[in-house]
């Protein structure tokens, strides 16, 4: 199947810094990537959608300028947690679909554990 | 929002057995999936079903779907101590496209060797 790398898989900060996350498409191109969220021993949420060239979609609840995402290239997207707290604490996943392979099923990241201290 | 809710939530089994994961969802649907996630990683598709398709088979693993009922079932045959993880399913809406997977609840399968 496609490729999807997500980097990095683990990362610790400090209340009140940003940290960025990646998403690649390593053998597709991906002109929409989406990003969730999942607590421990929970469902995903999906928090946007991603599009390339364009604004991101957020779902309702999901704070635009806490959560920026970039999709500057047809292969990268990047999530930024702006500010963050001891909240955002959580496991931030990526996937993206492929057009050639008819947008059917989605390839994941394999996700990035934030914790915020 | 979520679209599919799984049942049960957690299954502990003995290697060998089977293990049934049941998962309802609320919309109409083009096709459904399963997914499967070892723990602290990302999903891994398992295999799909579209809705005019009743049953399908992959390896040990078996499929059902009743769109009458918006339900669908994942068998696990012969379960291994590997499948330990948990299997979500999900759906995409009636139309197909580059849009965003819906998952439930997710069931978590402990296989004991």
């Known amino acids: 199947g496609a490729v999807v790398s997500q980097h990095p898989s683990r990362v610790i900060c400090k209340s009140g810094t940003s940290v960025k996350i990646e998403c690649r498409s390593l053998?597709?191109?991906?002109?929409?990537m989406f990003w969730y969220r999942q607590f421990p021993k929970k469902s995903l949420m999906l928090m946007a959608t991603s599009n390339e060239g364009s604004k991101a979609t957020y779902e309702q609840g999901v704070e635009k300028d806490k959560f920026l995402i970039n999709h500057a290239s047809l292969t990268l997207s990047t999530l930024t947690v702006t500010s963050a707290h001891p909240e955002d604490s959580s496991f931030y996943i990526c996937?993206?679909?492929?057009?050639?392979?008819?947008?059917?099923?989605?390839?994941f990241g394999q996700g990035t554990r934030l914790t915020v201290v | 929002s979520q679209q599919g809710e799984e049942d049960p939530q957690a299954l502990s089994i003995q290697e060998g057995e089977n293990a049934t994961m049941n998962c309802s969802y609320k919309?109409?649907?083009?096709?459904l999936q399963w997914y499967r996630q070892n723990s602290g990683r990302g999903l891994v598709h398992l295999i799909l079903i579209r809705s005019n398709e009743r049953e399908k088979h992959s390896g040990r693993l078996r499929v059902t779907l009743d769109t009458s009922k918006k339900s669908s079932s994942l068998l696990i045959t012969a379960s291994r101590a590997a499948d330990t993880a948990s299997y979500f399913c999900a759906t995409g809406g009636p139309n197909s496209g580059n849009t965003p997977l819906v998952f439930g609840k997710g069931t978590r399968l402990s296989v004991i060797a």
């Open positions: 053998d597709f191109q991906a002109t929409t």
């Open positions: 919309t109409s649907i083009n096709n």
């Open positions: 996937s993206a679909r492929d057009l050639a392979r008819g947008f059917v099923e989605a390839f």
